[in-house]
């Protein structure tokens, strides 16, 4: 996978919800807010997988939503790292073992990054979110 | 005399009588094949225009021509014992009379081209031809002649010629309708006009054009006559609110005769110009009258454009839209008239309003021409007229698409296409007239290409539709009468000062102009 | 004769050559600054479809908006003008006469006696 310096200067995510409660949707929102800002480092949410850089997965994937979920990855152009909020898309969270879901996330997607928590803390999310820079440095110094 | 020389000096004649021969020799051909008739209508037409174009170099190299029918030569308009009147048939072809025989030419020759094949389906092409060419010879008589009743014996021809056109396609009625409401209405127009040709014969014992703007007193009558004639011209170039025929007719008719059709509508405008003009100029109120015109094109601009948006038939749209774009012609022309009698104002802005005016003419002809076309070529693909119906046309019929783009960007005046130039000139010129027409232009513009974008998308853009998956092209004549439209389109827009130059001033300065008029037909005495 | 003489409309100038030509050079400028993008999407696959959240994309026949839906809200917000105008394009022919005729009066009294 070939990393562009476009990449590493700004990550532009698509959040997307596979079922969740909207517990995790809310701590993003408020990572999002001027008390972190993670804007200042080129870090911010868009409307269209087309745009994004990494995909925000919440959420443990219902058997509805599977087949959105591979299509919103598959739209997300190359290279692209996958980011999982919460207990939910881990495990299972409350729904494990539950006969409607096809998840948990990486069971559908390939994951890049985990983020625990129910709901995880917006620092948790930010910290997620360098673990995925981290984790974009090794890839390129591995080129 | 060689035929070169005799070409020249009859030039005005045969531009009249050579579509006149063909058309009517036209049926006999037709009976010995297809291919035969197709090529004497199409070289009559090419001689035709060959011919107009003669005549044109001449009028705006030397001035204007004068061709006396009948007389032992065809300068000698008035004869020796005719006690000063000039008693023979004249044709006058000044600059502005050549400016309209070219614009009938190239929009002639081109959608001629373009029936040989999309008619080709028909049958009795021989009438349709036949009739073709007589609209031709009535648009040239119209705007060659010099001699009042001889006008409206072309206007008759054209009037009568247009109809059977228009009702060619008979469509379940639907067409004979539409020509029916247009026969009549030209016919209740000829009256008048044969009605202030009555008067003016009656007070002046003349029907020469010349003869009857020297001797112009401006009496009662005269005003009656004017206002015959303002209104009967006006309706018959379909200024609102006598515009109503136009939709119905420019719809129902084929689409090559529409785009001929425009023209025959401008050949009126003419006869409108040539009447405030020429026979009356500052005699009359200019003022009066000339607020009279700026307001039936603004009326035209603003009510065409508008009905224009919510139609769903393509050709209705188109023939709003002509409605639309006549108003342009007639508020510059109109403010060129309104301020005639004061010479400031004139060289101020008037003349320049005149010329944005009469420009626009040209330009109309040839985009509107092409608009036509196109959507005869879509027609002739698909048979059906309804915009809801289209769709995702552009997969397949990417030239027309491409003739329709380069059509609907120079109505909409988009630089660099040539109707940005024409209506810059009307803007700005109409600007320090009168702000708010000014302006009340401009927001047409824009509608108009609201309007255009409409149907660009609901025509060729989206994803193809299954029902047309095996549309193809339109047929190479068909292109090739687009694409000699829109190569002037782009010619004039890219370069529009040489042709102001050449023929449009010229064309304002032999409108504006009436002593030299007159001096041309009756200055030998 | 030059070819290239700009338009003077009494009130400015329209010199289309040299529009083209600034036309030409944006067109230029936009070129480059689109070929440093990236050209990593995949023709053929889900990166070249339409993103409708999520959803599979329907038939090519039922995405095309059709003309009558367009241009609703102008037409909407000019209800009253065009419920005057339109009924008054009846398609009788009578009325186009008497529309005609009365045109023609009207100017009859303002040239005739007004002026």
Aim: glycine fraction near 8%; aromatic fraction near 12%; include cysteine.
């Amino acid at each position: 996978m070939k990393l562009t310096k476009s990449f590493n200067r700004s990550l532009w995510v698509f959040h997307l919800n596979s079922g969740s409660c909207n517990g995790c949707e809310i701590e993003i929102v408020a990572t999002i807010t001027p008390r972190y800002d993670p804007e200042r480092f080129g870090i911010k949410l868009v409307g269209s997988p087309k745009h994004a850089d990494v995909l925000l997965v919440t959420g443990p994937v219902t058997k509805k939503m599977a087949p959105k979920v591979r299509r919103v990855y598959e739209q997300v152009p190359d290279p692209k790292l996958v980011m999982c909020i919460g207990s939910c898309g881990q495990s299972g969270g409350v729904f494990y073992d539950s006969y409607n879901l096809d998840g948990p996330i990486d069971q559908v997607l390939p994951v890049d990054v985990y983020v625990p928590g129910c709901p995880p803390r917006p620092e948790a999310i930010i910290y997620g979110v360098v673990k995925a820079l981290e984790k974009l440095e090794r890839l390129e110094a591995a080129q | 005399m060689t035929l070169a020389d005799f070409i020249v000096t009859n030039s005005p004649a045969l531009v009249v009588a050579i579509p006149l021969f063909a058309a009517f020799t036209c049926p006999a051909i037709g009976r010995i094949s297809a291919v035969a008739r197709n090529l004497w209508v199409m070289g009559a037409m090419v001689v035709t225009a060959a011919v107009a174009f003669i005549l044109a170099f001449r009028v705006f190299s030397t001035g204007t021509v004068i061709y006396v029918f009948g007389a032992a030569a065809t300068h000698l308009a008035v004869p020796l014992d005719s006690g000063g009147i000039p008693i023979r048939i004249i044709f006058t072809v000044d600059a502005m009379s050549a400016f309209m025989e070219i614009i009938c030419a190239i929009v002639g020759t081109s959608v001629l081209l373009y029936s040989l094949s999309s008619e080709s389906k028909n049958t009795s092409l021989e009438g349709y031809y036949a009739l073709f060419l007589l609209m031709i010879t009535g648009v040239f008589g119209m705007v060659s002649t010099g001699d009042f009743f001889n006008f409206f014996v072309f206007l008759e021809i054209l009037s009568l010629a247009s109809a059977g056109l228009i009702a060619y396609r008979i469509d379940g009625g639907l067409a004979v309708e539409a020509a029916l409401k247009y026969f009549i209405l030209s016919t209740l127009g000829a009256i008048f006009v044969l009605f202030a040709i009555g008067i003016y014969y009656g007070q002046y014992d003349a029907l020469n054009i010349a003869m009857i703007a020297q001797r112009m007193q401006f009496t009662m009558l005269d005003k009656i006559a004017l206002v015959l004639l303002v209104a009967a011209l006006a309706m018959k170039c379909g200024a609102v609110p006598m515009h109503f025929w136009t939709p119905d007719a420019y719809s129902m008719a084929p689409s090559s005769v529409t785009a001929f059709l425009v023209v025959a509508s401008q050949a009126s405008l003419y006869g409108l110009f040539r009447v405030v003009f020429t026979m009356y100029n500052i005699t009359m109120n200019c003022v009066t009258v000339g607020w009279i015109i700026i307001i039936l094109g603004v009326l035209s601009m603003v009510v065409g454009v508008t009905m224009a948006i919510p139609q769903k038939d393509i050709k209705r749209l188109m023939a709003y839209h002509a409605v639309s774009q006549t108003g342009y012609m007639l508020l510059g022309v109109g403010v060129g008239l309104a301020v005639l009698g004061n010479a400031t104002l004139t060289s101020a802005f008037g003349f320049m309003a005149m010329e944005g005016g009469i420009f626009h003419i040209f330009n109309h002809a040839m985009y509107k021409g092409l608009l036509f076309l196109t959507a005869g070529a879509i027609f002739y693909r698909i048979g059906t007229r309804d915009l809801n119906k289209m769709g995702g046309l552009g997969h397949t019929m990417k030239y027309t698409m491409i003739f329709f783009i380069i059509g609907a960007l120079a109505i909409a005046g988009i630089p660099p296409f040539n109707g940005f130039a024409s209506k810059l000139m009307i803007y700005e010129s109409v600007y320090l007239f009168n702000p708010i027409l000014a302006i009340i232009a401009m927001v047409v513009s824009i509608l108009t290409l609201a309007s255009f974008v409409k149907v660009f998308h609901s025509v060729f853009m989206g994803p193809q539709l299954p029902e047309y998956a095996d549309v193809k092209e339109a047929p190479l004549p068909m292109l090739i009468g687009m694409g000699i439209l829109a190569a002037l389109v782009i010619l004039f827009g890219l370069f529009p000062q040489p042709v102001v130059d050449m023929l449009v001033s010229p064309a304002a300065h032999a409108l504006a102009d009436q002593s030299g008029y007159i001096a041309s037909v009756l200055g030998g005495t | 004769m030059d070819l290239t003489a700009p338009v003077l409309t009494g009130y400015g100038m329209w010199a289309p050559v040299a529009w083209l030509a600034a036309f030409v050079a944006a067109t230029i400028v936009v070129y480059l600054l689109w070929k440093t993008g990236e050209s990593s999407y995949k023709k053929g696959t889900e990166q070249g479809r339409p993103y409708l959240s999520g959803n599979a994309e329907p038939e090519k026949g039922a995405v095309h908006i059709r003309a009558s839906n367009l241009y609703w809200g102008f037409l909407q917000a000019l209800k009253g003008y065009y419920d005057a105008i339109v009924p008054l394009h009846t398609g009788i022919l009578t009325d186009y006469m008497i529309w005609f005729v009365a045109v023609t009066a009207v100017l009859l009294v303002i040239v005739g006696v007004l002026s």
